[in-house]
Structure formats: structure tokens, C-alpha cells
């Protein structure tokens, strides 16, 4: 039994791939204008900056040159910088302070601790620290402390908003989970949400080309083959509150039910299956997603869940045995018996038997 259900579970082959790129941010201080003009926000294509005066008596300000004094940002102890990813992850953070300035930076402590921590060891030299890729960095000037920064170099990965790339098998069927992207449906895509009513997997809702998937939200997806480029989208779109998907952005244990439904191509067709003989917990793929469920005895769960590859039209799984006792009709209208094979309607509504 075991053995049947770990040879029947082959995946829909679906790969998901993201074009990553390293950028790299300079900011020159040097070049801003007005003596003394207070800053609060920097904002670049892949980083913002953000200035705050903290418990200092002076706040961060741009400072001219004047004299021996190079132009230079200048920030007083309890002053406040953040660097802050712009959908990126911030790599490197390089400074270039001013060499003539009358104090000279001792000590730049890093929140949270132990992230990363800059000292002054000598003049003219370029500080940096290198980062295993996060959100934001804040920085907070010591006691008795100023500084003037010439430069700051930001090294950063930009986020893989635009796009990703889903490559859909000759099944046409895929599942996709991202709990923090939204995207808009490519050309020739539709998306799927499933509820549960009375034990039976029932249609949701349905996104066409064009609408919004909202993030936080599990799909099945139904495509002829080949490459599909979902590109993120600022908007929310309208969220299925009944939708009984769920998903993981990592390989991770499924969670939220007693019984649990993988997808894959089986036996029965493209749909959610047992991945264990008892229906039991597994590791779901990343970005893939997976039903949890809780029926009433687990003695009407079945271990399948599947649609109809070219009309979508899905099987109830958990009151197939109840059908055979119902008046069946095939689409003529005509009452068929137990062994039609087809789409069938029973009680007013349409099943595939297989």
C-alpha cells in the first residue's frame, strides 16, 4: 500500500525561476546643496534612506564645504540612519567619511545586535561589512560622537518582483503560493480557487487573464504548455475568503487539518491525492500549494481529489458511494445507471466518473 501511493504521486512538472540581480547604490553626499538643510529621506531605485535626529540636540543635516571642512553629511550622537531595502535585499553597506573632519568616528553601533559593527580604525578609509541579504539596517551614533559621511555605497539584490516565470507541463494543470506577492494573470491562464460544502471539493472562484491574485492566496492553475510570466502588481485584488488552499513559500510541513491532499498527476487524473497511505502530514513544495482537512469521520475522506483535465468539472470525492443510490442523468438528460462513465448530474449538479 505504501509502495502505491509513493509511485503514483508524480508532481506536476512546474518550475518557477526569477532573474536575481546585484546593484549597487552610491549615494555622494558631497554633491547636496544647502548648508546646514536638515535630511529625513533619501529615496533611490533600490534603497531608501532614512534620517532621524534621535535624542540629539542637531539633527542629520547636509553640510557645504567650508574652509578645512570637506561637504559632508553630518550626524551628531543619537542621531539615526536607516538603510532600508526598496524591494531588495541590502548586501553590502560601504562609508566614506570626511578625513578633515575636527571628530572623528569611534564607534557606529548597529541595531539589531550583532548584525554587523563599524569602527573608524584610521583616516580615509572605506568602511564596510558584508550582509547575508536583509530588509534594513539601522545605525545609531554613540555618545560623544559625530560624524561627516562623504559617501555611502549600497550593495543590493533586487527582489524578483518583475516577473516569475512558471513553466506549466502537459498536464495544463500547476498549483502557485506566495504569501507576500500579488500578481496579474498572464494571457491564456486561468486561476482557481475550491471551497468545501456538505464533504464535497466544489469550484470557488475564478480569476481570468488579466485579474488580480491576491498574495496570501493558493491557486490551481489551468494552461495549455509552456512559460507563463506572472508579473507582480502593487493591487490587492479581491481575496476568496472560502478558499480552502493553502500553500508554503518554502519546503515545509503541511499544517492545519487531520487528513492532507497533495497535487499531482494520478491514477484518476490531474487533482490533490493522499501523499501517505493514511493521509497524513508531508513536506509540501515551495510556492506549491495543498489542501488540510477536517471532515466530520475520516471514515468518508477518499484518498483523491481530481478534475477533469478539459473541462475543469470536478469529482466529490468523500460522497461518491452516495451517489450510486441517486437518480443519474448524463448531459441529455437521460438517466443512466452506475457504470456510465462520463459527466454525470445528480441531485442538480454535474460529477465526473470515471
Keep these: 500500500m505504501i509502495r502505491f501511493f509513493v509511485t503514483m504521486f508524480s508532481l506536476l512538472c512546474f518550475t518557477i525561476t526569477s532573474q536575481a540581480q546585484t546593484k549597487t547604490e552610491k549615494i555622494d553626499f558631497t554633491e547636496m546643496s544647502g548648508r546646514g538643510i536638515e535630511v529625513k529621506k533619501i529615496d533611490r531605485p533600490g534603497v531608501i534612506l532614512l534620517f532621524d535626529g534621535g535624542e540629539a540636540q542637531y539633527v542629520p543635516a547636509f553640510y557645504e564645504k567650508k574652509g ?33 573632519a575636527k571628530t572623528q568616528l569611534t564607534t557606529l553601533k548597529v541595531i539589531p545586535k550583532g548584525m554587523m559593527s563599524l569602527k573608524r580604525i584610521k583616516k580615509d578609509i572605506d568602511i564596510w561589512s558584508s550582509l547575508n541579504g536583509v530588509d534594513s539596517v539601522m545605525f545609531i551614533l554613540g555618545d560623544g560622537n559625530q560624524v561627516r559621511i562623504k559617501t555611502i555605497g549600497i550593495v543590493y539584490e533586487a527582489l524578483p518582483s518583475d516577473p516569475v516565470v512558471l513553466t506549466i507541463s502537459a498536464a495544463r494543470h500547476a498549483t502557485l503560493y506566495y504569501s507576500d506577492k500579488a500578481f496579474t494573470i498572464p494571457q491564456g491562464v486561468v486561476a482557481r480557487t475550491y471551497k468545501i460544502e456538505d464533504n464535497m471539493l466544489t469550484l470557488s472562484k475564478k480569476y481570468a487573464s488579466g485579474d488580480v491574485l491576491p498574495k496570501d492566496m493558493a491557486v490551481v492553475l489551468e494552461a495549455d504548455e509552456g512559460r507563463y510570466t506572472f508579473w507582480m502588481t502593487e493591487k ?27 497535487f499531482s498527476n494520478g491514477k484518476r487524473g490531474v487533482g490533490f491525492y493522499w501523499r501517505k497511505a493514511d493521509g497524513g502530514a508531508f513536506e509540501n513544495g515551495a510556492h506549491k500549494a495543498y489542501i488540510a482537512y477536517t ?4 471514515a468518508q475522506a477518499k484518498s483523491y481529489l481530481v478534475f477533469d483535465t478539459a473541462t475543469g468539472v470536478h469529482l466529490t470525492a468523500f460522497q461518491e458511494s452516495q451517489m450510486e443510490d441517486e437518480p443519474t442523468y448524463n448531459l441529455a438528460g437521460q438517466r443512466v445507471g452506475k457504470d456510465y462513465k462520463g459527466i454525470v448530474i445528480t441531485r442538480g449538479k454535474k460529477y465526473l466518473r470515471k
Design 68 to 100: 578645512n571642512e570637506e561637504a559632508a553629511l553630518r550626524m551628531y550622537y543619537g542621531n539615526i540612519l536607516t538603510v532600508k531595502g526598496k524591494q531588495s535585499k541590502i548586501k553590502e553597506i560601504h562609508f566614506k567619511f570626511a578625513t578633515k
Design 236 to 262: 490587492q485584488g479581491e481575496k476568496d475568503e472560502k478558499n480552502v488552499l493553502k500553500g508554503t513559500d518554502d519546503k515545509c510541513q503541511t499544517t492545519g487539518g487531520t487528513i492532507y491532499y497533495g
Design 295 to 298: 471532515p466530520s469521520s475520516t
